[in-house]
């Protein structure tokens, strides 16, 4: 009798865990959206291994949820990122395409104005108040991993799928106009050098 029950507790130590516990050490770092909501990103960091079991986890805004279908690529997850988005990003930024993009009918994600995102698998919540969120579709809102929102702050957007790769899915209106401005500036300065040179 005592070694089947050393048996059984031996094959319990053994049996795998569900996938919650594969999946639950992701930190949401940085929310992003544009003006009207069609290009918006969530990202999410750890720095623990074993953590790609993904498959019917799921990341909830106060207004939609979406469902992973999918695992991560590796079981090397430790310092890895992610990106949650919707389609216009991934059309945006071809050069770090998402590793999970919403439906068409889920965009917008989240709320441009008062949001929690919500990922039961961490668990992690990451809220935000009116006029918090930037929207310049150059910031975005970050947090350090583990810290929660002690170190909350916005910052530029840089976007990083699992594979490393980033890009900044719009620039800002006043980003564009500052370069255009530039840009006429260093012309007239050029057309004057030629006229004092003739």
Not at 82 to 99: G, H, I, N
Not at 133 to 140: K, V
Not at 182 to 198: E, F, K, P
Request: charged content about 15%; some cysteine; overall charge negative.
């Amino acid at each position: 009798m005592r070694s089947r029950l050393s048996i059984f507790a031996l094959a319990l130590l053994l049996a795998p865990t569900s996938a919650k516990a594969f999946f639950h050490l992701w930190d949401i770092v940085e929310v992003y959206s544009n003006a009207d909501g069609s290009v918006q990103y969530i990202e999410f960091f750890t720095n623990a291994n074993f953590e790609e079991q993904a498959t019917g986890q799921t990341l909830q805004s106060n207004a939609r949820t979406f469902t992973f279908p999918s695992d991560l690529p590796t079981t090397a997850t430790a310092n890895h990122r992610f990106l949650v988005a919707t389609p216009a990003y991934a059309a945006r930024c071809p050069a770090a395409l998402p590793d999970y993009t919403v439906a068409a009918a889920q965009v917008p994600f989240h709320s441009l104005v008062a949001d929690t995102l919500t990922f039961p698998a961490g668990p992690d919540t990451f809220s935000w108040s009116s006029g918090a969120l930037p929207t310049n579709g150059y910031h975005a809102l970050h947090e350090d991993f583990g810290n929660g929102t002690i170190n909350r702050r916005i910052e530029a957007n840089s976007p990083t799928n699992f594979a490393g790769q980033t890009c900044l899915p719009e620039p800002s209106g006043w980003l564009m106009l500052v370069a255009g401005v530039a840009g006429v500036l260093a012309l007239d300065r050029g057309s004057r050098r030629r006229v004092h040179s003739l």
